[in-house]
């Protein structure tokens, strides 16, 4: 009778299969640091009104939380490189999930903010002004929650102990 052969303890996959998954979750913060960063240049707020035409602001426009969003999607993305291409401490692959809670409270708050600055337009002025939010802030939302699932999983093969 043969046996399977047999795995380190806590080993939940086969080697192909967990570098396949760690890969995966490497990525997955590589593309959500990008995602962060670049929502960061994009619109977060569009007004259109009929004299004015259409107005858009990104997140860095001064300054502020989209300056925030850039330097965390920048670290972000170094984290992904660097867990997709060399080994790297298991803390900095769990950093991810900090730094996206951190973009997604910064996506949260701002939607709150340019909803409730929305909210306070005059109903008269409703028939002629159309704001929204711009889809910056949603690509910092959706970049924040990549990174977060990124930062889950760590590669054990792959973490430098020292």
């Known amino acids: 009778m043969q046996y399977p052969p047999h795995q380190a303890p806590g080993a939940q996959f086969p080697p192909q299969q967990a570098q396949k998954k760690n890969l995966t979750f490497g990525l997955l913060t590589l593309l959500g640091g990008g995602l962060v960063a670049v929502g960061s240049f994009l619109p977060w707020v569009t007004i ?3 004299i004015l035409g259409t107005i858009s602001r990104n997140g860095i426009d001064g300054g502020g939380d989209g300056v925030v969003s850039l330097v965390v999607g920048a670290i ?30 910064v996506a949260v708050v701002d939607f709150g903010s340019v909803n409730d600055k929305l909210a306070q337009l005059p109903s008269s002025s409703s028939a002629f002004v159309a704001a929204s939010v711009g889809p910056g802030l949603y690509m910092v939302a959706i970049g ?17 102990r020292s």
């Open 144 to 160: 924040a929650v990549f990174s977060v699932i990124g930062g889950l999983v760590t590669d054990p093969a792959k973490t430098n």
């Open 76 to 105: 972000l993305f170094a984290i992904g490189l660097a867990r997709v291409t060399a080994s790297v401490p298991g803390w900095l692959q769990r950093v991810p999930i900090a730094l996206g809670a951190l973009a997604g409270l």
């Open 48 to 50: 259109t009104a009929p």
